[in-house]
């Protein structure tokens, strides 16, 4: 007679179903570590571009005109003024730390703040002169560059004024001057 003998080789359904939850679980925490990478790759991907948008996009504009003054000198531009307001939607400008570059085809000077030969004076169009010395919304302020002792803008001579925030991009300023320069007066450049 035969005897019956018993396999237990085979896989039985209690073990088919703990393999099966366990590929489930792996599965389910790695697709929780890929979403959150994914995630947090977002998130940084955001923070970039919003960084680069403050930094590319230039909060100030010019207001008016470019004022030119000559001194008692004809023919030599002493002060380059103009007035700077926010740009729509601009963020405020501590004008402290904003730097001013004149430059002409033959000359470069760079006015910062707080050094000797900085004197760049502001004058603030509102209710009185803000304590913090930020550019803010509904704010002009004028600003007064001494070029006469280090620039030599004569007739005719295209100049640029670069204004240069701490964030953000600068604003350049090109002008050309009038074709004739007399003695102690006042021209607009557009």
Known sequence: MSKLMRNEDAFTGLEAAIVLIAFIVVAAVFSYVVLGAGFFTTQKSQEVVHTGVAQASSNMEVSGPVILETNDTAGKVYNVSFYLQLAAGGAPVDMKKVTYTVSTKDNLKTYDYGTADNNV??????????????????????????????????????????????????????????????????YEVY
Do not use: C, H, M
């Open 121 to 186: 004076t502001l004058t603030w169009f509102n209710s009185a002169t803000p304590a913090n010395q930020l550019l803010e919304k509904f704010e002009t302020v004028r600003v007064d560059v001494p070029v006469g002792d280090y620039i030599a803008i004569s007739a005719n001579e295209r100049f640029t004024v670069e204004v240069k925030p701490d964030i953000g991009a600068s604003y350049p300023v090109s002008r050309v001057a009038p074709p004739d320069l007399a003695a102690t007066k006042f």
